[in-house]
């Protein structure tokens, strides 16, 4: 089966072809960052724009390169919630436009399922497993017990992970987004700064970054206060340090809880190395049986690729196809999915 699947849920136009919902014949990603940088963050006008001018060159490449038709296809697949509304709504025309044209069924997809099935396009998934959603705007434990059945077990009480490592990273003098620079100076530093474990003893799975971005943020600037010079290397060390250590910390209290075979991690902040390090060594030590599949990077930013995956498990379950009312759902959450 093939289908053909959007996202634009934010600032990425993305169009891909997904064979069986594990293998990519296609995943077109243009993304808008340089438009948006100079802003230092999303500018939702600026989006929902690009993508209106990306979507249908994305979908021609993507039909291209996976070298099939729509006479081909078995369906076609658009997140239509969590993110901006304006930009979610320029992917769900181009879907409707496109389902209703060629006769095909439109298959409504969770953003963040497709963070989680991503998972799916490296191993055949094993129900049920454990999955920790860490992007730029959510931190969740989540339990998948069956095909689209998650269980929210914790999430995140303020900031999300990605969010916090933007907000630092611009104290830092980085550009938005910041991760992925933040990531490469913790390798060249230590953790001195000892910065707090926010909710990491407490026996719950909810997280909480924003006291850590504050208590960054006033170490920075006393420092600069006082006319003292911080080491970046090391604010980015100690503060990558707090993050991993709360996250694979929590996660292992849930993996101690819930019986599961293997251990995804998803979303935009997996593709983060120190917090792939610490979780592997982590769980070789604590539970060697279970299986960690954290998708290769490009999978783990935002793709039509892992909402093609999504979209099969959609299929398989029988879900029912949408009607030409679709709308957006900004809020979607994966319990209502
Ligand atoms: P959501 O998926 O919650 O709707 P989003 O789609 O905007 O939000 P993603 O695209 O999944 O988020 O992830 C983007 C986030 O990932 C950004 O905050 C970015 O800084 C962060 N990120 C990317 N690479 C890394 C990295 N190596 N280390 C830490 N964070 C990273
Ligand atoms: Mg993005
Ligand atoms: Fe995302």
């Avoid at 509304?85 to 025309?93: M, R």
Wanted: aromatic share 6%; net charge negative.
């Amino acid at each position: 089966e093939l289908i053909l699947a959007f996202e634009t849920s934010c600032d990425e136009t993305s169009v891909a072809v997904i064979e069986s919902g594990r293998q990519i014949l296609s995943n077109i990603i243009a993304t808008q960052i340089k438009s948006h940088q100079r802003f230092g963050g999303v500018v939702p006008e600026v989006a929902s724009r690009h993508h209106v001018e990306q979507i249908l060159h994305c979908t021609d490449l993507a039909l291209t390169e996976a070298q099939v038709g729509y006479e081909d296809l078995s369906a076609i697949a658009v997140t239509y919630g969590p993110g901006l509304v304006g930009s979610l709504l320029i992917g769900i025309s181009a879907a409707k436009a496109l389902a209703y044209a060629h006769h095909l069924p439109l298959l409504p997809i969770n953003h963040l399922a497709g963070h989680i099935y991503a998972a799916q396009l490296v191993k055949p998934l094993v129900y049920p497993f454990m999955a920790l959603v860490v992007s730029g705007g959510h931190t969740e434990l989540v339990l998948v017990s069956a095909p689209n059945q998650f269980e929210l077990l914790g999430e995140t009480r303020d900031d999300a992970a990605g969010e916090a490592y933007d907000k630092i990273g611009r104290v830092l003098g980085i550009n938005y987004p910041a991760g992925k620079e933040v990531d490469r100076l913790a390798h060249l530093g230590r953790d001195t700064f000892k910065f707090p474990r926010a909710m990491i003893d407490e026996d719950n799975f909810d997280f909480s970054f924003s006291g850590l971005k504050s208590a960054f943020i006033n170490r920075v600037h006393h420092a600069s206060q006082i006319g003292e010079t911080l080491a970046r290397e090391d604010l980015a060390a100690s503060f990558q340090a707090s993050v991993g250590e709360v996250l694979v910390t929590k996660t292992m209290h849930a993996l101690a809880q819930y019986p599961v075979e293997q251990l995804v991690i998803a979303g935009g902040v997996a593709a983060n190395q120190g917090l792939r390090e610490m979780m592997s060594a982590n769980l070789a030590t604590n539970f060697p049986e279970i299986e960690l599949i954290v998708p290769p990077l490009r999978l783990c930013g935002d793709n039509a690729a892992m909402i093609g995956a999504a979209a099969q498990v959609s299929l398989d379950t029988g879900a029912p196809a949408a009607d030409l009312t679709l709308n957006a759902d900004p809020s979607l959450d994966l319990v209502r999915y």
